[in-house]
């Protein structure tokens, strides 16, 4: 069995799937943190690998930018290849004063701007949210490790250049950070009844004109993605 973007036959993705944006971000981690990790997926370039990581049975595959493409590769694994959680792990800009360049956001909820939401036919307003065991053992994972971390709402956009130039009114309402994939996600996992989470680094301050080094956005990536993979192995 195969789906259009993903030629990975039933039993070769494992049940937890983490998801960075970039696809060489995937082979990267697949790399350097997993043991005997094979590739499953090389449709359209969206690499996906599995592996172990002490112990524990994880892939990890690229989600590509933006709604429309985490949709797709999401939908997909939870309905077609029966994983059951998706860590989300990727990059934000800091909106809210007190989150920083290099400091990690926990995505609680995720807002958005984009229309994702009009195909579930709601009498009102669906509020994206992860779910709590991801929260949970990514937060306790996130408190033994020696950097700033944040929990709560983010924002997914559908748009990199906004021409509306609108974050300033999504702090007032206690957003944390911008970025373009978690809400999608958040409702794949909540119509399929399954788990989802959405780590993010701060790689930018948009507001104060801010942004990170390669090579700093390469250490703060560490940080998320171990957090991430040492939340995988707590689940049950
Ligand atoms: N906007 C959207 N997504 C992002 C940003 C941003 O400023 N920074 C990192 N991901």
């Known amino acids: 069995m195969s789906t259009p973007h993903n030629n990975a036959k039933k039993g070769d993705i494992a049940e937890t799937v983490l998801m960075p944006g970039d696809p060489l971000r995937a082979k990267f981690i697949a790399e350097n943190y997993l043991e005997n990790p094979v590739c499953y997926n090389e449709v359209r370039g969206m690499l996906g690998f599995t592996g172990t990581y002490k112990g524990k049975r994880i892939s990890v595959q690229g989600s590509g930018m933006g709604m429309p493409s985490i949709g797709i ?135 104060k004109g801010l942004s990170t080094s390669a090579e700093e956005r390469q250490t703060s990536f560490r940080n998320m993605m171990e957090i991430a993979l040492d939340a995988a192995v707590l689940l049950p």
């Open 73 to 207: 590769y999401s939908w997909e694994l939870f309905n077609e290849y029966d994983v059951k959680n998706i860590i989300r792990v990727g990059t934000a800009g800091a909106i809210a004063d007190n989150v920083n360049l290099r400091d990690i956001i926990i995505g609680l909820s995720a807002s958005t701007n984009s229309n994702f939401a009009s195909q579930y036919r709601l009498p009102g307003t669906y509020a994206p949210t992860a779910s709590w065991d991801l929260i949970d053992a990514a937060v306790m994972v996130a408190q033994e490790r020696d950097c700033p971390f944040h929990v709560g709402n983010i924002l997914s956009s559908d748009t990199f250049y906004d021409d509306a130039a609108s974050l300033a009114d999504w702090k007032k309402m206690g957003v944390l950070g911008i970025e373009m994939e978690a809400a999608a996600l958040y409702m794949n996992a909540a119509r399929a009844g399954k788990n989802a989470l959405c780590i993010l680094t701060v790689s930018d301050c948009p507001l």
